[in-house]
């Protein structure tokens, strides 16, 4: 006869199956918690990631990067409401979200608290911090939540746009005058290792890699992806005509891949301890942003209020 199986071997079986948990379906409560913690940090990353652009919307060089960069923070700014929808469908509200954001509960990605110094460091974001943003996201479409999966989808197809974005601005800089592209070099210079700090600590250093892997809400691990990155990047850095500030990045030829040199893993838990270069800052922006939105959400809840008492009314 066979074994009687228990909910959490059912699960198990299910996410082998590769196939999708809904919010109605029955899951561990670990997983949920696990989903929450790392869906509304995405969803924060998005919302504090549009405060480095923001600071160069009304400085950007010409109309048309202008419009590109708009357009760029305010795809973001739909990314995080996407995430945040999907985190509320795991039984949390946004305001939960939101406080536990506020008073340094719920992390955010470390690359935001870094400032943006000239005009080339927004070009270096959109190669850097959205090409690894990408690398990232392109293998959570396959995780194995149903509600993040499908943010994930539409999320990559408008972060590909942003890639190029960023990379444009680099290439026109680097084909301009040297200080143009001394300034790039200085902005790569700046971004490279945070950048690859973007994907968490090394593999044996990463509580939560494990269990995630094992229920595949992470595809890949925190080690692989970044080696994905800098794969992809080198090429890249080559064409633009710039070097990416590591003496130690080499080509090998038997692991197929580039190695690269140790990551400052004392900067990345000082950023995430609040110390970093901007954090503070961030924090106070976005408090007073949800302040000063107050009314408007009020606006929201009292026209629903007047529609619904119309339909009563209509009813009755
Ligand atoms: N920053 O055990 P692990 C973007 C924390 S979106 C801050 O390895 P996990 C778009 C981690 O939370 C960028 N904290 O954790 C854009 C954990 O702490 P906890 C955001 C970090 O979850 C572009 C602890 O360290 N993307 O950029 C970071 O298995 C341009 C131990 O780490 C996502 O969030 C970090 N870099 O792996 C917007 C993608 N790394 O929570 C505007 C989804 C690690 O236990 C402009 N998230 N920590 O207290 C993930 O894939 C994963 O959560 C990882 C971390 C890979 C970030």
């Avoid at 006869?1 to 071997?9: G, N, Q, R, T």
């Avoid at 935001?112 to 990408?134: E, K, M, Q, R, S």
């Avoid at 939560?208 to 094992?214: E, F, P």
């Avoid at 270069?277 to 106070?284: A, D, I, L, Q, Y």
Wanted: overall charge neutral.
């Amino acid at each position: 006869m066979d074994a009687i199986k228990s909910f959490e071997d059912i699960f198990q079986q299910r996410i082998d199956d590769e196939q999708k948990i809904e919010a109605r379906d029955w899951m561990p409560d670990a997983y949920r918690k696990s989903l929450i913690r790392q869906i509304s940090q995405h969803a924060h990353s998005e919302i504090v990631g549009m405060l480095p652009e923001g600071n160069w919307i009304s400085r950007a060089p010409s109309l048309k990067r202008k419009l590109a960069l708009l357009a760029k923070i305010q795809d973001e700014a739909g990314h995080g409401l996407y995430l945040y929808s999907a985190t509320e469908t795991l039984n949390i509200s946004r305001e939960e979200l939101i406080e536990q954001l506020h008073s340094g509960k719920a992390k955010y990605s470390s690359i935001f608290n870094y400032p943006t110094l000239t005009w080339a460091d927004i070009g270096a974001i959109g190669w850097l911090v959205d090409g690894a943003a990408i690398m990232n996201q392109v293998a959570l479409c396959r995780t194995s939540y149903g509600p993040y999966a499908r943010a994930m989808v539409r999320i990559c197809k408008e972060e590909s746009f942003h890639q190029r974005q960023g990379y444009d601005i680099l290439l026109t800089m680097c084909r301009g005058s040297k200080e143009q592209k001394d300034m790039v070099q200085d902005a790569v210079n700046r971004w490279w290792w945070p950048s690859l700090m973007m994907f968490g600590p090394n593999d044996d250093a990463s509580p939560n890699s494990t269990q995630s892997l094992k229920w595949k809400i992470k595809r890949l691990s925190n080690d692989e992806l970044r080696q994905r990155f800098v794969d992809m990047t080198v090429p890249q850095a080559e064409i633009l005509g710039i070097k990416l500030p590591d003496p130690l990045l080499s080509y090998n030829v038997e692991r197929g891949h580039y190695d690269f040199g140790p990551i400052d893993w004392d900067e990345f838990y000082q950023v995430l301890a609040g110390n970093g270069p901007c954090n503070k800052e961030r924090m106070v922006a976005r408090i007073k942003a949800h302040k000063e939105g107050a009314w408007v959400r009020e606006a929201a809840m009292a026209y629903a209020e007047k529609q619904k008492q119309k339909r009563v009314k209509t009813v009755a």
